[in-house]
C-alpha cells in the first residue's frame, strides 16, 4: 500500500469515527436512532440534523447515504430542505446543541444535562408556545422593541 492510498484509508476511518461521535450526540439529543428507517418525524428531523453537521464537516453525500442506510438522494433532500424545517424553534434549538457539542468535543453527559435543561424550558413555555410562533413569524427584524411595548401596555390592561 503506497502512501496516498493509506491516507484515503486514515481518511476513511477519521470519517466512520466521527460519524460514529455524531451519531451518539443526535441520538442524546434526539432521543432516537438516526439508523433506524423509521419515517417520523422526529428521526428525519434527526437524520437531517446530522447529515447537515457531517456534511458541513466535509463528508459526501454519497457517504452520508451509505452510513445511515440511506441512498445519497435523500441526503440532498435533506441539505435542501434543511432552511425550511430550521425555522423551527425547538429543531434550531437541538441543530445548535449537537453542533457545538460535536465541534467543541463537549462529553455525552453534559448533553444529558443540557437536554433536561432544554426540556424544562420547553415544558414550561409549552402553552404559549403557539403565540411566540406567531409573534416570531410576524416580526420583522429591528422591531422586536415595538412588540415589546405593544405586549407591555396589552398585558397591563389585563
Known amino acids: 500500500m503506497n502512501t496516498e492510498s493509506q491516507q484515503k484509508y486514515l481518511d476513511k476511518i477519521n470519517l ?3 460519524m460514529n461521535e455524531l451519531k451518539g450526540i443526535v441520538d ?3 432521543n432516537v436512532d438516526i439508523t433506524n428507517t423509521v419515517r417520523k418525524k422526529e428521526y428525519v428531523d434527526a437524520r437531517m440534523v446530522f447529515s447537515k453537521i457531517i456534511h ?3 463528508a459526501t453525500v454519497v457517504s ?3 452510513y445511515l442506510g440511506k441512498n445519497h438522494s435523500s441526503i440532498l433532500n435533506y441539505m ?3 432552511d425550511n424545517y430550521f425555522s423551527e424553534q425547538s429543531l434550531k434549538k437541538k441543530y445548535v446543541v449537537c453542533r457545538e457539542a460535536f465541534f467543541q468535543k463537549r462529553p ?6 443540557e437536554k433536561d435543561k432544554m426540556s424544562a424550558i420547553e415544558n ?14 410576524r416580526t420583522p427584524y429591528g422591531k422586536e422593541d ?5 405586549i407591555i401596555s396589552f398585558l397591563n390592561g389585563i
Open 64 to 66: 452520508i447515504g451509505q
Open 56 to 58: 458541513d464537516r466535509g
Open 124 to 137: 414550561k413555555y409549552k402553552r404559549f408556545k403557539h403565540i411566540l410562533d406567531i409573534m416570531n413569524e
Open 108 to 113: 455525552v453527559d453534559k448533553l444529558y444535562a
Open 80 to 82: 435542501a430542505n434543511f
Open 146 to 150: 415595538v412588540l415589546e411595548k405593544k
Open 28 to 30: 442524546t439529543i434526539f
Open 16 to 18: 466512520y469515527l466521527e
